[in-house]
């Protein structure tokens, strides 16, 4: 952390003219909060204290001429060229280099203070309460994280930035210690917060999100996930005085009812994203209201909210296209049915990441949707052509056919095929052909390679190889390649050698069938496959590669019995729970694994 003032003095005269400099303030209108990972030069740099009066007297013409170029630039033009610098040693340099560059990288340097260490910490603290600094600290940090040293805060801890008004991002992720009164410490007064992300603060009450709704009306991102002593109260006055928010995350706020989403439906028109899981006190009304008013709504989590049913969808406006919606996450809703999701197809046609984990009644018997046929995929990819990841674990009824026609997707990135057995290399083929680029009607012919980065294929038990390699070759930006099962690779130890370790609470025969190839371990397998292609040529030169598998589909199907035996394949919702978890085949979260 940067010594605070005393690497640099200014005369009084001119730390007056420099405090008194018009403020500037840029509000980010569209900026994830609470996951967007951005360069802090973009953020918005505040109050320049920079704005020198400039005079054409002759003293002054005399000293500009002796001086040099680069000192004789405007404040607006060394703030962008400091921007450019990522390094806080080279911003400390700036600051000692003269008074005037000092002026303008001051802010850059304190608009977000380091405080990833106790020390670092101090060091702020000390600065923003010294009462002679050389800057207005203070009134420089506009973002303010203190998530590192969540173990440590404490009410306490937080009382030297209650002079900090200008914060606009406040991020005390897990800081179980601070209380009502070291959160509204920070918050009155504070009318220049965009964002506030509380999680993980179980002693919070209404008395903060009522502060919140008092003093912050610009507020855009909300997170108070496992905050579970919130209720309806708060968060009304919240929707209410709180216009523009886009972001609210309310997981696992077990108290939230109708009430207070139907005030957030009718009160904020900007949302964008609203995270509702374990939520269970939320009915159809809320779902339909968010939707339905929410026109620029683009992301909609309501997992466990188990009272959710049809009519939350079949009660949306008619030959109305919701056309913002890009992710809905419907896991373990229970009763949806298909008439459900034949709704949102056709409400949301933009829609790019559909979660049904655990919908049992679409299922109808398992935790994985195993009803679902070639019919129903190909009719999703036609309306919803701009999917990017899709999970299909378990739906034994597909084919090569519905591959094949995902396989279509222009922009599809991630595809979960766990334990589709009917399946053959033909679907892998087709994942692995070049996608025609349609962006340009004059180059139809125009191909381009496939954009697959992660793909899930354990237990698809026809597969060999030849198809596996086939996928390596053509999809350069393949990361993750899950096949967990599969008899071709964990019988082979030359394979296997290139796979991540299995969980360390994993069985030995769960150890045994694990088989995930991640980063690094995917481009060790297809190199090794590459150097012993040799091995695919059969006798007349052919390449097994480009056989049609339907001359070996006969014995391979022979052969699935008896592996699903051997590997220990079946309907136990925990154990395929605990494999793909590993493997990072469920969708219904992050997606990664």
Same mark, same amino acid.
């Given at each position: 952390?940067?010594?605070?003032?005393?690497?640099?003095?200014?005369?009084?005269?001119?730390?007056?003219?420099?405090?008194?400099?018009?403020?500037?303030?840029?509000?980010?209108?569209?900026?994830?909060?609470?996951?967007?990972?951005?360069?802090?030069?973009?953020?918005?740099?505040?109050?320049?204290?920079?704005?020198?009066?400039?005079?054409?007297?002759?003293?002054?013409?005399?000293?500009?001429?002796?001086?040099?170029?680069?000192?004789?630039?405007?404040?607006?033009?060394?703030?962008?060229?400091?921007?450019?610098?990522?390094?806080?040693?080279?911003?400390?340099?700036? +600051?000692?280099?003269?008074?005037?560059? *000092?002026?303008?990288?001051?802010?850059?340097?304190?608009?977000?203070?380091?405080?990833?260490?106790?020390?670092?910490?101090?060091?702020?603290?000390?600065?923003?309460?010294?009462?002679? @600094?050389?800057?207005?600290?203070?009134?420089?940090?506009?973002?303010?994280?203190?998530?590192?040293?969540?173990?440590?805060?404490?009410?306490?801890?937080?009382?030297?930035?209650?002079?900090?008004?200008?914060?606009?991002?406040?991020?005390?992720?897990? &800081?179980?210690?601070?209380?009502?009164?070291?959160? &509204?410490?920070?918050?009155?007064?504070?009318?220049?917060?965009?964002?506030?992300?509380?999680? @993980?603060?179980?002693?919070?009450?209404?008395?903060?999100?009522?502060?919140?709704?008092?003093?912050? +009306?610009?507020?855009?991102?909300?997170?108070?996930?496992?905050?579970?002593?919130?209720?309806?109260?708060?968060?009304?006055?919240?929707?209410?005085?709180? /216009?523009?928010?886009?972001?609210?995350?309310?997981?696992?706020?077990?108290?939230?009812?109708?009430?207070?989403?139907?005030?957030?439906?009718?009160?904020?028109?900007?949302?964008?994203?609203?995270?509702?899981?374990?939520?269970?006190?939320?009915?159809? *009304?809320?779902?339909?209201?968010?939707?339905?008013?929410?026109?620029?709504?683009?992301?909609?989590?309501?997992?466990?909210?188990? =009272?959710?049913?049809?009519?939350?969808?079949?009660?949306?406006?008619?030959?109305?296209? !919701?056309?913002?919606?890009?992710?809905?996450?419907?896991?373990?809703?229970?009763?949806?049915?298909?008439?459900?999701?034949?709704?949102?197809?056709?409400?949301?046609?933009?829609?790019?990441?559909?979660?049904?984990?655990?919908?049992?009644?679409?299922?109808?018997?398992?935790?994985?949707?195993?009803?679902?046929?070639?019919?129903?995929?190909?009719?999703?990819?036609?309306?919803?052509?701009?999917?990017?990841?899709?999970?299909?674990?378990?739906?034994?009824?597909?084919?090569?056919?519905?591959?094949?026609?995902?396989?279509?997707?222009?922009?599809?990135?991630?595809?979960?095929?766990?334990?589709?057995? /009917?399946?053959?290399?033909?679907?892998?083929?087709?994942?692995?052909?070049?996608? =025609?680029?349609?962006?340009?009607?004059?180059?139809?012919?125009?191909?381009?390679?496939?954009?697959?980065?992660?793909?899930?294929?354990?237990?698809?038990?026809?597969?060999?190889?030849?198809?596996?390699?086939?996928?390596?070759? /053509?999809?350069?930006?393949?990361?993750?390649?899950?096949?967990?099962?599969?008899?071709?690779?964990?019988?082979?130890?030359?394979?296997?050698?290139?796979?991540?370790?299995?969980?360390?609470?994993?069985?030995?025969?769960?150890?045994?069938?694990?088989?995930? !190839?991640?980063?690094?371990?995917?481009?060790?397998?297809?190199?090794?496959?590459?150097?012993?292609?040799?091995?695919?040529?059969?006798?007349?030169?052919?390449?097994?590669?480009?056989?049609?598998?339907?001359?070996?589909?006969?014995?391979?199907?022979?052969?699935?019995?008896?592996? +699903?035996?051997?590997?220990?394949?079946?309907?136990?919702?925990?154990?395929?729970?605990?494999?793909?978890?590993?493997?990072?085949?469920?969708?219904?979260?992050?997606?990664?694994?």
């Amino acid at each position: 952390m940067a010594r605070p003032a005393a690497e640099v003095r200014e005369p009084s005269s001119t730390r007056s003219s420099s405090t008194s400099s018009q403020e500037r303030t840029v509000y980010e209108d569209d900026t994830d909060f609470f996951t967007a990972a951005r360069n802090d030069s973009q953020s918005s740099l505040g109050p320049t204290l920079c704005d020198v009066p400039f005079s054409p007297d002759s003293e002054e013409s005399e000293r500009l001429r002796i001086i040099s170029p680069i000192s004789r630039l405007p404040p607006e033009l060394l703030i962008a060229v400091f921007a450019r610098l990522n390094s806080s040693a080279d911003l400390r340099s700036c +600051m000692i280099a003269s008074k005037t560059w *000092a002026r303008n990288s001051a802010e850059m340097l304190w608009h977000r203070p380091l405080c990833n260490t106790w020390q670092n910490l101090t060091n702020v603290s000390l600065s923003i309460q010294k009462p002679d @600094g050389y800057f207005p600290y203070n009134a420089l940090v506009r973002r303010l994280n203190l998530s590192n040293l969540n173990e440590q805060i404490n009410d306490g801890s937080v009382q030297p930035f209650m002079a900090c008004k200008r914060i606009e991002r406040l991020t005390l992720t897990g &800081c179980k210690k601070l209380t009502d009164s070291g959160v &509204c410490s920070l918050i009155y007064g504070s009318k220049s917060l965009l964002a506030l992300d509380i999680t @993980g603060l179980d002693s919070i009450t209404d008395h903060t999100l009522k502060a919140v709704a008092e003093n912050c +009306m610009r507020l855009q991102g909300l997170n108070i996930t496992d905050c579970s002593k919130v209720t309806d109260e708060s968060l009304i006055e919240v929707a209410e005085n709180c /216009h523009a928010l886009k972001r609210l995350k309310l997981n696992n706020c077990s108290l939230v009812t109708d009430e207070s989403i139907l005030a957030v439906a009718e009160s904020c028109p900007s949302m964008l994203e609203i995270d509702l899981h374990q939520c269970r006190q939320v009915t159809n *009304a809320s779902i339909t209201a968010l939707i339905r008013q929410g026109r620029q709504l683009r992301e909609l989590r309501v997992g466990h909210c188990h =009272m959710l049913t049809d009519n939350a969808f079949l009660e949306l406006p008619k030959n109305i296209a !919701f056309d913002s919606l890009r992710i809905l996450d419907l896991t373990a809703c229970h009763h949806l049915r298909d008439e459900a999701i034949e709704k949102i197809i056709d409400a949301a046609p933009r829609l790019r990441n559909l979660v049904l984990a655990k919908c049992r009644e679409i299922n109808r018997s398992s935790r994985h949707c195993i009803q679902i046929t070639d019919t129903a995929v190909m009719q999703l990819v036609k309306v919803c052509n701009r999917i990017r990841y899709i999970d299909l674990a378990c739906c034994q009824r597909l084919t090569d056919q519905s591959v094949k026609q995902l396989a279509t997707l222009q922009k599809l990135r991630r595809i979960g095929l766990v334990k589709c057995q /009917h399946i053959t290399d033909r679907s892998i083929r087709a994942l692995a052909q070049p996608i =025609m680029d349609l962006r340009h009607p004059e180059q139809r012919q125009k191909q381009v390679p496939s954009l697959l980065e992660r793909v899930h294929l354990s237990y698809c038990t026809n597969l060999t190889i030849q198809g596996i390699h086939a996928l390596l070759n /053509h999809c350069p930006k393949l990361t993750h390649l899950s096949l967990t099962g599969v008899e071709a690779f964990h019988n082979d130890p030359a394979l296997t050698s290139f796979c991540r370790e299995a969980p360390p609470e994993f069985t030995e025969h769960q150890r045994h069938v694990f088989c995930v !190839f991640s980063g690094d371990g995917v481009n060790r397998l297809r190199n090794h496959l590459n150097e012993s292609s040799a091995a695919l040529y059969d006798t007349e030169g052919t390449m097994y590669d480009d056989r049609d598998p339907d001359a070996d589909m006969d014995a391979e199907a022979g052969q699935v019995a008896g592996l +699903m035996h051997a590997t220990g394949i079946n309907d136990d919702d925990e154990d395929m729970d605990e494999v793909e978890a590993a493997e990072g085949s469920q969708y219904g979260g992050s997606g990664e694994g």
